[in-house]
């Protein structure tokens, strides 16, 4: 029982940091149609700036603020710079060139960051626990699951009941309604990516507490949340927010009852379970748990 | 309140597609003007060059201007036209599916401030009383009409001097043209320009003071409303009004003519 309880707690953590990740890739899609594969850059990036603004003697909380924001300033430059002379371009353009600006980061990142681990820091003891009932529940894991929490609520709420939020959404519905009536759409797009790097920032900076250490291969992570996106549907983001937390706690438990019964050979047999899911989804519901028939697959 | 003058305009698509071959129309202050033709002809492509739409069309004003009184509008971003006072409902209503009829008409409110915006919402609710009833529901599940409604009064959200409707008529049942016509005299009345594009020509024409006809890219016929209601050409192929009622020689005979204009 308490064996469970942990387990759920684990998955529903990393599930919050799924959906965060997943969640970035989705509101940049439905606006513009373009697929961001430097978002695990991005998470790395975040990550990677908390240490460092950290380590400068920031306050943790104003660290992780100014981080997100850092992260989405760079998202947004990304898009002003290298997409929005390439809007309306095929699909597959824009496929190249978010890979190519992944590529780009890790570069940079490198150079500016180099190759060692660094522990990522947290107001509370790195490896607290809190007793609940008969099990220890680690601090780190309730803090992803209440930010992520907190930061859907807030996301929902922005696109619900801002102006900016209504925009994103008509630009995402009919971009030449958008254009008509006096939307300017480009900055809309720009949002979009500051919003997908504040969001990737946040994920890299819990998951960087978990307890693993942070280094540029952070941004891997945004493969495995890679299936979120499929599973929820690529123009969902309510369905992406629920495949990542579900996937995070399948593959949680996954490991904790599955693993054990494959020897040897299911040591990590949790790290592709969610991709099982994807494919499984992708033979019976292409379009996802929420997404659109119409939606393409790219 | 500006006029909106056309002059010589020339419109091609991805760099090679001449569709508007200097066409010059004015739209002056408080009228509603007419520009009519068949499918095809270049009607939505002048709208969309005077809009700014242009480069999602990957398409390109290569000569001539668009001027609103003394500003051009030939290459300012489509956010910056609506700004300066022009509003466009594009062809085929396209109400936002998955929005709510509310929001709808928010999206139409990107430069007004929060308190401006529900003003104008809770006017057009009160024009429309059965947009106020569905106010929350998907805009998606709207009739035809219901659906032409939010797209009309969405674009009028912000105010605009000008407004240019693409075939408001399109699909709509013989009733419910007649409140699209009702209205657009409404926004005339309030002091609002009106550049109607229709193929249903008695209708636009029994609206408009003036009117154009627009055909292969190239303006065939201009005038008040009332000499084009008297033209026999128009009359003919426009109105449906021939005086022999059939096709046959006489038919022949104006596209005769008719070919002498584009020449
Ligand atoms: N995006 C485009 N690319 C190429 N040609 C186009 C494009 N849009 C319209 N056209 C062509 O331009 C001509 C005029 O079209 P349009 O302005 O839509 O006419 P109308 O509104 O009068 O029916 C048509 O021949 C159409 O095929
Ligand atoms: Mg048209």
Redesign the pocket.
């Known amino acids: 029982m308490s064996g469970l309880l942990q387990l759920l707690v684990s998955g529903l953590a990393l599930g919050a940091i799924y959906a965060l990740v997943a969640l970035g890739f989705v509101v940049i899609y439905r606006a513009s149609q373009v697929f961001n594969f430097a978002q695990g850059e991005f998470v790395a990036f975040g990550a990677l700036m908390m240490v460092s603004l950290h380590a400068e003697g920031l306050p943790w909380l104003a660290a992780v603020a100014l981080s997100c924001v850092l992260t989405g300033l760079l998202g947004a430059l990304v898009e002003r710079v290298l997409l929005r002379p390439l809007v309306g371009r095929p699909v597959f353009v824009t496929i190249i060139l978010t890979i190519f600006v992944g590529a780009l980061l890790r570069a940079g990142m490198t150079i500016a960051w180099g190759h060692e681990l660094r522990g990522m820091p947290t107001p509370w003891d790195t490896m607290a626990e809190v007793q609940v009932l008969d099990a220890q529940l680690l601090v780190n894991s309730l803090g992803a699951m209440a930010t992520g929490a907190l930061v859907l609520g807030l996301y929902f709420v922005l696109i619900r009941r801002t102006r900016m939020g209504v925009a994103m959404r008509a630009t995402a519905s009919d971009q030449e309604v958008a254009l008509a009536l006096g939307i300017p759409v480009g900055r809309v797009f720009g949002a979009t990516w500051f919003l997908a790097g504040a969001l990737a920032a946040l994920a890299g900076i819990f998951l960087g507490m978990y307890p693993r250490n942070v280094d540029i291969h952070l941004g891997f992570v945004a493969l495995r949340a890679f299936p979120a996106v499929i599973v929820g549907g690529l123009d969902s983001a309510m369905g992406t927010v629920i495949a990542g937390i579900l996937l995070g706690v399948l593959e949680l438990l996954c490991q904790g009852y599955i693993n054990p019964h494959l020897g040897e050979f299911g040591k990590n047999f949790h790290a592709v379970f969610p991709y099982f899911v994807m494919i499984l989804f992708l033979m019976v519901r292409p379009y996802g748990l929420f997404g659109s028939r119409e939606v393409e697959r790219v | 309140m500006p006029t909106l003058e056309i002059a010589n305009l020339e419109v091609v ?2 760099s090679v ?1 001449r ?1 508007l071959s200097g066409i010059s129309l004015v739209v002056p202050e408080g009228s509603i003007v007419a520009l009519l ?10 709208l ?1 060059a005077i809009t700014g739409l242009l480069p999602l ?3 390109e004003v290569v000569r001539g201007s668009i001027q609103l009184d003394d500003n051009s509008l030939v290459n300012l971003e489509a956010d910056a036209i609506v700004r300066s006072g022009l509003a466009q409902v594009l ?1 085929g209503r396209r109400v936002l599916v998955d929005l709510s009829v509310e929001e709808n008409l928010l999206a139409g409110a990107w430069s007004l401030n929060r308190s401006q915006a529900s003003d104008r919402v809770d006017h057009f609710c009160a024009r429309f009383p059965i947009l106020g009833e569905r106010r929350h529901h998907l805009a998606g599940y709207l009739s035809g009409g219901e659906q032409q409604m939010v797209a009309i009064a969405r674009a009028l959200m912000p105010q605009p001097e000008i407004v240019l409707l ?1 075939e408001p008529s399109l699909g709509l049942a013989p009733r419910i043209v007649d409140e699209v016509v009702k209205l657009i005299r409404e926004i005339r009345e309030s002091g609002v320009s009106v550049l109607l ?1 229709e193929q249903n020509a008695s209708m636009a024409l029994d609206l408009a003071d003036a009117g154009y006809v ?1 055909e292969n ?1 190239r303006i065939v016929a201009s005038g008040t409303a009332e000499e084009l209601r008297g033209d026999a050409d128009i009359r003919e192929f426009y109105l449906g009004l021939g005086s022999t009622g059939s096709r046959g020689y006489r038919d022949v005979k104006h596209y005769r003519r008719k070919r002498r204009w584009l020449s």
């Open positions: 698509y991805h597609v569709v033709g068949p499918n095809g002809a270049g009607k939505t492509t002048t969309r069309h990957d398409g062809e693409d594009v627009l890219g």
